[in-house]
């Protein structure tokens, strides 16, 4: 057997036992050393590959992809530096538990640590950012060695989705040459792995048992003021209806993030509070509204007023509840942590004894939201502003929408004015390391599966990863660009630095003044720049009845922003006080 047909059979077998375990997307970035890796998907029939050249773009895109369809994805890269421009988006993923199978071809070890071209030590490039790594054999083609990559391989797929999901990195040497025969009969299956999974796994979920449950339940006994705290998550599309449930049942205030996915759809909202962090910047409210308990599913909601409101209540009780294992308790506070589904543990309170909390509390923290919701949903601007501009969002937004949202004041503002409503719509954003990089690409990766996905996000962060829009060009995906435009860092304007006047614009503000409409004709997207509330609504509207790409551009300015930002959660605090 020669170099090209044991290149060839060893490659097919791992790509196909690859796609045999679930993977159903690919995103390759162009090299030599990886031929053997591109080819082998680009030819199988079980996967769907898409190409982008630039590796940090790329990587955000699998991102996307793997948020949005909750499947591991595959990223294909040559060898140098290649690899290490794959490191943000990695960050990201073992940060906010997105499974994805990183391949990065290699020299082989001959060629390593010699001064060869393209050769850089990529054995535990990653570090701990990794749930799993594994350093490949040099291509052989013995039945042995075929189910060596097929059982490496299935536990790959397995690893990135066990337990909290998150990336996985397999190093795999190439000798040249790189290409592979596809004339040779039987290259994907030798007839001993024929119709079988290399590696069948059944993964059950963890639940408490009734001891541990009653155990729970007497440590709530006596405690009349809870809270139930919804932070960002997406794993689970039966979580809003059970914590709706268990809401109802216990009649508990539950604070619902953005990205928890039970601000929108069609359970239950007599309990969901969503305006919270406008009500919780009051430092007067904060001191008035102590609980006795808190449980909370999820990571840390977005919103800093409530952080600063558990960070002065470290004596109350806190619950976190977790899927499989994490800490995620930045306050620092003492803290159980439930480590069990969340949905079945909601519906094991359910179905326990009977307990009930004070009426009257959940009824102030219902009054509470709708004088909040009133001011945040009145007036409108002559001319538009941040938080007008995700008003007409979600009243825009068709049904079964996926909105993806940039950090700084884009998820803030999302978290502020996107109210509980009946649509079915999903929020997405990259929250576990908060940057603002890769946005674009993450957005058009989430639109790979299809959908129709709106992108929200700032001119800083739009200018980061405009490489992005490439792949939304190539495949024409449809992506709607909600691009709010203060001309730098407005977030900092709400900030201490603000105070700087000296170094302010330099280092915070950083205004970079660009015409984004000439990005939208590099990228042949539609361009839009609406003035008024009303317009950005029917703007966004016809950007849903198009295909393709679409930037809708609103400018606003950041100190009329913080103006009218502070005048909203001045008015909501005076009445709340003053009742």
């Known amino acids: 057997m020669n170099h090209t047909e044991i290149l060839t059979r060893y490659t097919a077998n791992f790509v ?68 290490a421009n794959y490191y943000p988006a990695i960050v990201e993923a073992h940060y906010s538990r997105v499974p994805l199978v990183v391949l990065t071809a290699d020299r082989p070890h001959e060629l390593r640590d010699v001064g060869a071209p393209q050769a850089i030590e990529q054995v535990h490039l990653y570090g701990d950012y990794v749930k799993w790594f594994q350093e490949m054999a040099i291509p052989e083609a013995s039945l042995e060695m075929l189910g060596y990559v097929r059982n490496k391989a299935a536990r790959a797929v397995y690893m990135a989705g066990e337990g909290n999901p998150g990336p996985v990195h397999m190093n795999i040497p190439f000798r040249e040459p790189l290409m592979l025969d596809f004339s040779l009969e039987g290259i994907w299956e030798h007839p001993d792995f024929q119709d079988k999974i290399y590696t069948p796994s059944l993964d059950g979920r963890k639940t408490l048992t009734s001891v541990q449950i009653e155990d729970f339940l007497r440590r709530l006994a006596g405690k009349e003021k809870g809270l139930i705290v919804c932070g960002p998550q997406s794993d689970d599309i039966a979580f809003p209806q059970a914590i709706a449930a268990l809401a109802e049942k216990w009649q508990l205030p539950v604070l619902a993030d953005p990205l928890s996915q039970v601000r929108a759809g069609a359970h239950s909202k007599v309990n969901i509070i969503e305006t919270y962090d406008a009500f919780l910047k009051n430092e007067t409210i904060r001191k008035q509204f102590k609980p006795d308990f808190i449980i909370r599913f999820g990571a840390m ?38 480590f069990a589904d969340p949905v ?29 919701r009133k001011h945040l949903a ?68 989430a639109a790979a599966s299809g959908a129709h996905i709106t992108l929200v996000l700032g001119d800083l962060s739009f200018f980061h990863d405009l490489n992005g829009l490439l792949a939304a060009k190539h495949y024409k995906l449809n992506i709607t660009i909600l691009l709010i435009n203060n001309n730098g860092g407005g977030i900092f304007s709400f900030l201490s630095q603000s105070d700087d006047k000296k170094h302010f614009e330099a280092l915070f503000g950083t205004p970079i003044d660009l015409d984004f409409s000439l990005a939208a004709q590099l990228y042949e997207a539609a361009y839009f720049e609406p003035k008024t509330e009303n317009e950005l609504e029917m703007v966004l509207k016809e950007t849903y009845r198009n295909k393709g790409l679409s930037i809708v551009e609103v400018k606003t300015d950041r100190e009329e922003n913080v103006v009218w930002h502070r005048a909203k959660w001045q008015a909501i605090a005076d009445e709340l006080i003053q009742d």
């Open 16 to 83: 196909d036992e690859l796609i045999k375990n679930g993977i159903k997307h690919v995103v390759i970035s162009p090299g030599s050393r990886s031929t053997p890796l591109a080819l082998a998907f680009s030819e199988h029939p079980g996967v769907k590959e898409w190409v982008l050249v630039d590796e940090r773009s790329a990587a955000f895109f699998a991102l996307g992809v793997a948020k949005q369809t909750k499947n591991p994805v595959v990223l294909v890269c040559t060898s140098g530096t290649a690899a």
């Open 301 to 338: 909601p977005v919103s800093k007023p409530y952080l600063f409101f558990i960070k002065e209540n470290k004596d109350v009780s806190q619950f976190i509840v977790e899927n499989y294992s994490g800490y995620r308790e930045p306050a620092g506070n003492i803290t159980d942590f439930i």
């Open 344 to 372: 079945a543990f909601c519906e094991a309170l359910i179905e326990a004894q009977d307990i009930t909390f004070s009426q009257e509390w959940l009824s102030d923290w219902q009054g509470m939201n709708e004088v909040a």
């Open 378 to 445: 009145s007036g409108s601007e002559e001319r538009i502003t941040e938080g007008e501009a995700i008003r007409s969002l979600v009243n825009a937004a068709p049904e079964q929408h996926t909105v993806y949202v940039g950090n700084s004041m884009a998820i803030r503002d999302v978290d502020t004015f996107f109210f509980a409503n009946q649509k079915e719509i999903v929020i997405l954003g990259n929250r576990g390391a908060n940057g603002i990089d890769g946005m674009v690409s993450s957005a058009a990766g």
